[in-house]
C-alpha cells in the first residue's frame, strides 16, 4: 500500500489508517503529506476534510512549502467549496487562524480579502488580515516576534566543506567533528554538520572533488581501493531522506588531479593524471556519464592538451576548465609548465574553444561563478605564460566576462593562499556574494589549514572575515553549495 502512496491519496490513507489504528502506515503517510503538501493542495481529496481535520494539519510546522501563500489559498479554497452553507462557513475564522498571516505577502493578503466574500464580510476574519497588514507596514525594530517558519521555509543556501575523516574516526585537532562535516549557513552566521561522505565507504578514501546540480543534486568522488589495491574513482550522491545518508552511483577507471565538471544531467571528469601502459600520464581524456540515465562513461572531445591540477566551472550551458599544468615539450625542461589559458566546452557541439588568457599562470587555486562571471582566485602561479620564472603563493583575484571574453583584476585577498590539497575549490557563492572557506598560507606538507571565512560582497569589493575560528576539519576535501534544511542536519 504504501509502494502506492502518491499526493492523491495520502490524506485518505493517513485518516483511514488512523482509525484502523496501523500507527506505522498512519506515521508513514502523514510524512508524505507534509512532505509533498504543495502538491497535496492542488488535489481535491484534501478539500475533502472537516474543519477540524484540516485546521489539524495546518497547524503543523513540518509542512514542506516555502511560502505560506500556499496554506492561505487551501483554506480559501475549502471556504469556496463550501459556500452558501453557513457552519461551514463559519469555520473560516478558525481555519484562518491557522494561517501565520504575518508571513504572507501584503499583496496575496489584499487580493484574497477582494477576491473572497466569507472574509469580506466576517467581522474577525477581515480584522485578522487587517492586524497582519498593519504590521507588514511596522518598520523591522516595531515588528511584534513572527510566528514559526515552516519546515519548507527553514532551506536555506549553506556551504558545505566536506571531507576530513579517516578510517579510525580521528576528529580534527582545532574543533572538527569525526565523521561529521562542517556547513556555515551565511545568513545568520549558523554552524551545522553533515555526515560525511567518507562514512559511506567506512571512511577509507579520500573525497576529491563534487559538484551540485541544479535541481540540488550533491555528488562527490572519493578515491577508493579494493581488496586487490586497485584504485578506482567512486562517485556518491547525498540522499535527503530522513537517514541522510550517501549513495554510491557509479565508479571510473582511477585517475587524479582532474576536475569534475557538472552541466545538465552530466558529469565531466577532465583531464588529470591516468595509467597508461603501466605509467602516469598527464591526459587531456574527457568522460560524461549522466545522472539521469545512469549506464557507462561516455567518451567525449578531449582536452586541446593535457591538463592536470586544473579547475572546471560551468556556465550558461557551457563548461570552463582554467589554469593547471601540462607536461612540457622538452625532456630537460621543468616536468610541467603552468598554464592560463582557459577553455570553452560546447556539450551540443561536443567542441572545445579557447578563450582570452589569464593574467597569471596558476594552479591550486579557487573558482566561482558570480553575477554571470567567473572569479579564479590565489594558488601557484607566475606572471603571465610559464616559461620557467619564478613562481610563488598568489594574493591575485581576476574576473573573466564570457560576453566580452575579457579579464580584469579583482579585489586582492587579504594575503597570498593556496586552495585545497585536493585542488578542489575552497570558494562558494551565496546569496549574491562570494564566501572563501578555509585555505593554505603555503604549500609545504606540514600546513595547517587556516580556518577563516572571507567574504567578498561585489557591492563594495572588499574582503571581511567573517568567521575566524569555523569548526571545519584540518584537511576538508572540497566547499560546495547547496539548499538544504539545518533542521535535518546535525547542530552542537
Not at 228 to 237: F, G, M
Not at 330 to 335: G, K, L
Request: negative net charge; contains cysteine.
Amino acid at each position: 500500500m504504501e509502494a502506492c502512496m502518491d499526493p492523491s491519496n495520502c490524506v485518505g490513507l493517513y485518516h483511514w489508517a488512523q482509525n484502523l489504528g496501523a500507527t506505522g502506515l498512519a506515521d508513514n503517510a502523514y510524512r508524505h503529506l507534509c512532505q509533498h503538501f504543495t502538491q497535496v493542495c492542488e488535489e481535491e481529496e484534501v478539500l475533502d476534510l472537516d474543519a477540524q481535520s484540516l485546521g489539524d494539519l495546518l497547524g503543523s510546522d513540518d509542512l514542506n512549502i516555502t511560502q505560506e501563500e500556499v496554506v492561505l489559498e487551501l483554506v480559501l479554497r475549502w471556504v469556496e467549496k463550501r459556500r452558501g452553507d453557513s457552519p461551514s462557513e463559519a469555520c473560516a475564522v478558525e481555519l484562518l487562524r491557522r494561517v501565520r498571516l504575518e508571513l504572507v505577502s501584503p499583496g496575496f493578503l489584499r487580493k484574497a480579502r477582494r477576491r473572497n466574500p466569507v472574509l469580506l464580510r466576517d467581522a474577525e476574519c477581515f480584522g485578522m488580515i487587517d492586524a497582519a497588514l498593519q504590521t507588514s507596514g511596522l518598520c523591522e525594530t516595531a515588528v511584534p516576534p513572527r510566528p514559526a517558519l515552516r519546515y519548507g521555509m527553514e532551506a536555506t543556501d549553506l556551504l558545505l566543506c566536506l571531507g576530513g575523516v579517516n578510517k579510525e574516526g580521528v576528529p580534527a585537532r582545532r574543533g572538527g567533528l569525526a565523521d561529521l562535516s562542517f556547513c556555515f549557513a551565511p545568513r545568520g552566521r549558523k554552524t551545522c554538520y553533515i555526515p560525511s561522505p567518507l562514512r559511506a565507504c567506512g571512511g577509507v578514501g579520500q573525497i576529491t572533488t563534487g559538484a551540485v546540480t541544479r535541481d540540488n543534486t550533491i555528488v562527490v568522488a572519493i578515491e577508493a581501493v579494493d581488496q586487490h589495491r586497485v584504485k578506482r574513482v567512486d562517485i556518491y550522491r547525498y540522499d535527503h531522506s530522513e537517514e541522510n545518508s550517501w549513495v554510491e552511483l557509479c565508479s571510473v577507471a582511477y585517475r587524479d588531479m582532474y576536475a569534475l565538471g557538472q552541466l545538465g544531467d552530466g558529469l565531466y571528469m577532465i583531464g588529470g593524471q591516468m595509467k597508461l601502459h603501466g605509467h602516469y600520464v598527464i591526459t587531456d581524456n574527457v568522460q560524461r556519464w549522466s545522472l539521469k540515465r545512469g549506464g557507462s562513461w561516455l567518451s567525449f572531445a578531449p582536452l586541446p592538451l593535457p591538463l592536470a591540477c586544473h579547475s572546471a566551472v560551468s556556465l550558461r550551458e557551457h563548461l570552463y576548465v582554467l589554469g593547471g599544468w601540462t607536461p612540457q615539450d622538452h625532456p630537460d625542461d621543468e616536468p610541467d609548465k603552468l598554464s592560463n589559458r582557459i577553455f570553452q566546452f560546447d556539450p551540443s557541439k561536443d567542441r572545445w574553444t579557447e578563450c582570452s588568457r589569464m593574467k597569471y599562470s596558476r594552479y591550486r587555486c579557487g573558482t566561482a561563478v558570480l553575477n554571470g562571471e567567473i572569479y579564479i582566485l590565489g594558488g601557484i602561479g607566475c606572471d603571465g605564460e610559464d616559461r620557467g620564472q619564478s613562481r610563488r603563493c598568489l594574493s591575485s583575484v581576476e574576473i573573466y566576462n564570457p560576453d566580452a571574453d575579457t579579464w580584469r583584476a579583482g579585489p586582492t585577498l587579504p594575503t597570498s593562499l593556496l586552495s585545497l590539497r585536493t585542488n578542489a575549490s575552497n570558494v562558494g557563492v551565496v546569496e549574491g556574494k562570494l564566501y572563501l572557506c578555509g585555505h593554505y598560507k603555503g604549500a609545504g606538507r606540514h600546513e595547517i589549514i587556516t580556518k577563516e571565512i572571507l567574504e567578498l560582497d561585489p557591492a563594495d569589493n572588499v574582503w571581511t572575515v567573517v568567521e575566524r575560528r569555523a569548526a571545519m576539519q584540518d584537511s576538508y576535501d572540497v566547499c560546495l553549495v547547496a539548499n538544504l534544511n539545518p533542521r535535518n542536519l546535525v547542530t552542537r
